[in-house]
């Protein structure tokens, strides 16, 4: 039950907005684009209360709080170890909310058919509209929509949406979800003959260097009383360039639909890269009596791809590794409301590091993470379900299964299909079923209707693992005789075989299963806490040792060593799984678990932390160090990265670390007295030094034929004296939606990072903005990240800035007992 409580709520007046004028279509070009579509975000009224439990008895006296959609109601309550939601869930509560929006539609669009569409509600929406019951969907990860044109009063009468959104029944996730209307709504009006949802198939069967085939199924909707003969062009652009297009004439009968096949000739294509991830548009136009009714828009990629026995994933005849990770859809601080900004920011951190992939583990994701992977170039696993008909929490969408599945994987490869940035299906994660032949009809339904809706690309599922090679999790003894097979993998059902963990069998899956793919669809598992360590790596193996023992005489503060050397007993060190997947070629790659850290799962399950500790990146998005040895390997960057930090007990020994890349060798200075040159010899990942502490400067070179290619130096920092702000973009768009995410860096009088300073900080912003978030990265910490204020781990902390929809200077200053306060100043225009 939700016991909280707004304060703050007001009494909303009537909120009144025209869509009708926005949306309505006109014959200008590309007018229509923005008008077809247009958000339906902003003034929703939202009151939270288990009481209310039908809509009819809202009465005038509830009370409301005005806000914009995205948005996540959990993510403002507090922390609580009780939480029916586990602290799997993040140990923030779910309960029922309701949202309702009052809105006017222009008396010109009564000819047009108009629908709401939600990008994701979590979970169990109901929505009305004007009364009328429009519908309900359990499943929070995927989108729907409502025709609402026959409901609709137009002119000046006012329209009211209501929508309730039940996340009551808890635990119903492993993770955080977050609940309400937490993606994107729009409206869509169009003419009576229009391109259907998702209405375009946009695939190119031949690829050469010099010619694509692109083929194009449009399904197109005619709600007239009558038959209508009309004019269909696909026109396909590059870059705003028109390249060709292709035009037939059809006739489809009243309230019918039909699709249209049409076949286009693309000379000299620009393919679909990881590194130029070039993309393509089509334009549908409709025109019927020489007057263009609708226009519908659908970005492609130019792509040819296979997963080879032997050779693994190759794009456009070229070899490429998959180096991926999995990554929940919440976005730390934000919770689950997404952001595109936010989304984007994640996606450049990984980038960054090497990453080419992502596995949107384990549900679909918003569409705008697959617009930016289309953009941005990474090969992505679209996932469908953590579940099928058996549960791994009581309330889970196992009970929504037998009548929503079907209906929910089919929206998905029909949502999801043209992204050229999707490579591979995956029908589960983990599934109870996996071992017993119920696992393999279900299965085998699935693959069947993924096949049905799109047969470009191969399926998988994430199983764990495939094969079971008497498996002792404990003493990790693999090489015995005794194999058995997971039921999935062994079906045939698969194109490519999923492997969560495992890592130890990936060099018997030639001969575990010969003639089909691999794929490592989840890996690693490895945990650390950012900035933390035992100053002697191989001392650690205290917390946690093993997941399901209780913590006992472990780290403090259930702080984990950021020397990758502490692992989930399924998985492995960062280092281990690495060193296999790049050794074979038959591996086509992998998908680390996970990117970033997410909201919930903190392993093992121990009060106080809440959330994660498997992400590269920190829950506030600052890298751990162990982001550098991917950076090292997996980009052609020189890197070179030292660690821990320089401020240890007199006389202590301290194990320092370096991950370099083209170089031959690096050097350890401690206050200019070399500590030795040390390589990387065969498989190492990594060097290392085992150094009696003394304050000072320590510097690394690393060095090419005996020239130096780079150096890096970590002080001793003394006492917190300052704070530095540094904003990751310093102007921003006054769209009442941008973000400027701004690091907080606590530093001494010379600039050297205090390494361990965990100061609170405060604060506040003056212009035209808002804070709406804060974190400092630590799985420990139950302040708020809604708040103003945070507490630092170990030197740092994130302040996330939003524009309001005026330009101006958004001032933001930091404060904290004893240190310099600083403001920074990001341009809204
Ligand atoms: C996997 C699972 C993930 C996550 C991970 C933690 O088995 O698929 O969702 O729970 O373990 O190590």
């Known amino acids: ?72 109601w959990s993510i403002e309550g507090k922390f609580d170890e009780k939480s029916p939601a586990g602290y799997g869930g993040g ?46 969907r359990p499943n929070g990860y995927i989108g729907f929509q409502y025709e609402i044109s026959s409901y609709l009063n137009y002119g000046d009468k006012n329209n009211e949406i209501i929508v309730k959104v039940d996340n009551s029944k808890q635990p119903n996730s492993r993770w955080y979800s977050g609940s309400g ?82 076949d286009i000739q693309v000379e000299t294509p620009i393919l679909w890269t990881v590194e130029k991830p070039e993309l393509y548009t089509a334009v549908t ?26 050779k693994g994933f190759i794009l ?54 697959l617009d930016l992977c289309d953009k941005m170039g990474f090969i992505v696993m679209d996932e469908a379900f953590d579940m099928w008909k058996k549960s791994k929490n009581k309330y889970d969408y196992s009970n929504d299964w037998d009548k929503w599945h079907k209906k929910d994987l089919i929206d998905q490869l ?39 809706y799109d047969k470009t690309r191969p399926i998988t599922a994430a199983m764990n693992p495939p094969v079971n090679m008497n498996i002792d999790e404990v003493t990790l003894q693999f090489e015995k005789n005794n194999v058995q097979f997971n039921k999935i993998a062994k079906s045939g059902v698969l194109d490519i075989i999923g492997y969560n963990y495992a890592h130890q069998t990936y060099k018997y899956h030639q001969k575990n299963f010969p003639g089909v793919p691999f794929i490592a669809t989840e890996t690693t598992s490895a945990l650390e806490t950012r900035g933390y360590y035992d100053a002697v790596s191989d001392s650690i193996k205290k917390w946690p040792v093993r997941w399901d023992l209780k913590f006992t005489g472990g780290n403090p503060g259930n702080t984990v060593s950021a020397y990758d050397q502490v692992q989930a007993p399924w998985g492995s060190t960062h280092e281990a799984t690495w060193k296999v997947i790049k050794k074979y070629d038959f591996l086509s790659g992998m998908y680390i678990w996970t990117g970033f850290d997410y909201i919930g799962e903190p ?71 070399s500590l030795g040159t040390r390589s990387k010899k065969g498989e190492d990942l990594h060097v290392m030094w085992r150094v009696p502490y003394q304050a000072g400067t320590l510097k690394v070179v690393s060095r090419k034929n005996g020239k130096t290619v780079l150096e890096k130096e970590i002080k001793t920092a003394g006492n917190a004296s300052n704070l530095k702000l540094t904003a990751d973009r310093s102007t921003i768009k006054a769209d009442g939606n941008d973000l400027s995410f701004v690091t907080v860096d606590i530093i001494d009088a010379n600039d050297v990072l205090v390494p361990n300073a965990n100061n609170e900080i405060n604060f506040s912003l003056k212009g035209n903005g808002k804070i709406v978030g804060v974190c400092s990265g630590d799985p420990v910490s139950h302040e708020s990240y809604k708040g103003s204020k945070h507490t630092a781990l170990n030197g740092k902390c994130l302040v996330v800035v939003q524009s309001g929809d ?21 341009t809204a225009e």
């Open 1 to 72: 039950m939700n016991k909280r409580k707004y304060t703050s709520s007001i009494l909303i007046a009537l909120m009144v907005i025209s869509i009708g004028t926005l949306v309505s279509c006109s014959n200008k070009g590309n007018e229509i684009f923005s008008n077809r579509k247009v958000s339906f975000n902003s003034n929703w009224s939202f009151h939270l209360n288990d009481s209310i439990v039908d809509k009819d008895t809202i009465g005038t006296n509830t009370k409301w709080r005005t806000l914009n959609v995205p948005h996540d």
């Open 91 to 136: 140990a923030l509560t779910g309960g029922l909310g309701w949202y309702k929006k009052t809105f006017k539609v222009a008396a010109v669009d009564s000819s047009k058919v108009t629908s709401i569409t939600f990008d994701g509600v979590y979970r169990n929406s109901e929505v009305w509209i004007n009364g009328h019951y429009l519908g309900k």
């Open 181 to 262: 209307i937490f993606r994107n709504v729009w409206i869509e009006t169009t003419d009576k003959l229009h391109v259907a949802q998702w209405g375009t198939y946009i695939t190119t069967p031949k690829v050469t260097a010099q010619t694509a085939l692109v083929h194009v199924e449009t399904t197109l909707k005619n709600q007239y009383g009558a038959s209508k003969n009309a004019l269909v062009t696909t026109i396909i652009y590059k870059d705003d360039k028109k390249v060709t297009s292709v035009t037939k004439n059809i006739t489809i009968g009243s309230n019918a639909d039909q699709t249209l096949k049409q």
């Open 285 to 310: 136009e409709i025109a019927v009596d020489d007057k263009i009714i609708d226009e519908y828009k659908t970005n492609f990629g130019i792509r040819d791809f296979k997963f080879d026995v032997d």
């Open 316 to 369: 456009n005849g070229k070899q490429v590794k998959i180096k991926g990770v999995c990554m929940h859809h919440d976005l730390g601080p934000l919770g689950s409301a997404i952001n595109t900004r936010a989304i984007e920011r994640q996606l450049e951190i990984l980038k960054e590091m090497g990453v080419n992939g992502i596995r949107t583990s384990h549900n679909p994701p918003a569409p705008e993470l």
């Open 414 to 452: 029909l949502r999801d299909r043209n992204h050229p940035s999707i490579f591979v299906w995956s029908i589960g994660n983990e599934i109870q079923e996996q071992w017993n032949e119920d696992g393999v009809t279900i299965a085998k339904e699935l693959a069947a209707i993924t096949r049905e």
């Open 603 to 673: 392993t093992p399950y121990e009060w106080p932390s809440i959330s994660s500790y498997f992400g590269i990146v920190d829950l506030a998005g600052f890298p751990k160090d162990v982001y550098y040895m991917y950076q090292s390997e997996w980009t052609d960057k020189t890197v070179l990265h030292i660690f821990p930090h320089w401020n240890w007990k007199a006389g202590q020994n301290v194990d320092v670390w370096a991950y370099y890349n083209n170089a031959d060798e690096v050097e350890l200075f401690l206050n200019g007295k």
């Open 806 to 826: 005026k330009a101006g200077r958004l001032e933001l200053t930091a404060k904290a007992n004893g240190l310099k306060q600083t403001t920074i100043v990001v």
